[in-house]
């Protein structure tokens, strides 16, 4: 029987500022749900250490300060 082990860097390619990426390697526990369900990504394209993490809506320095973190849960990522 082959043991399953999500490495850090796969389900990190959920966190890809590229959309298909970011679409994929849901679980960091399970990883037989995105094998089940197809969502399993082996490489992104720009490879692990060439690739942007983050969403496109927030980018700049002070979107990391706690006071601008807390309201972003609740606000759309779309434009």
Not at 28 to 54: I, S
Request: hydrophobic content about 40%; some cysteine; aromatic content about 8%.
């Amino acid at each position: 029987m082959r043991l399953l082990i999500v490495a850090p860097d796969i389900h990190r390619m959920h966190h890809s500022l590229v959309r298909q990426e970011a679409d994929t390697n849901f679980s960091c526990n399970l990883p037989w749900w995105d094998r089940l369900f197809g969502t399993c990504r082996a490489q992104p394209a720009a490879r692990h250490l060439g690739m942007t993490l983050g969403l496109e809506t927030f980018r700049e320095a002070r979107d990391f300060k706690l006071d601008r973190m807390l309201p972003q849960l609740f606000r759309s990522t779309r434009r």
